[in-house]
């Protein structure tokens, strides 16, 4: 059956947000696994499969949501969703990156790194990829 109906803007930016979401996820999980085995990081009672799976759709989902505000609401709303997801991304790294964490000082370092690099694939997905799903949904309908 042919459902052809027009899609409101707020599920769409949900969609986009859950589709951008997924992806995320799959390129976290391939950074955590990459990071991992290059460094020869193994703990992983915070940072794990089941945990980026849940934080990176929940996250970006969240994202997409307040996208359609940003877009709905504000003139401009798209490139100002950008520049302030931008700017909390640049703090999240940073302050990821100085996590407080028990252990050596290698393994607090390698902890912040990773974290940073999650965040920071997170915020890639969230500035370039909602937008740009929101834009064109022929790719999740």
Known sequence: MNYD???TEFSKSVL???FAGIFATFANLIFNFAYRAITEYNPSALINVSSIIIISVLV???SGVLFYFFNHYIKGGSIIFRIVFIALTGIAVYYSLHAP???DALAVKQFGELLAGTVLILGAFIVFYVPYLFTHEHVYS
Do not use: A, C, D
Request: charged share 10%; no cysteine; hydrophobic share 25%.
């Open 16 to 18: 986009s947000g859950l």
């Open 60 to 62: 970006v989902t969240i």
């Open 101 to 103: 964490h028990s252990g």
């Open 5 to 7: 109906y027009e899609q």
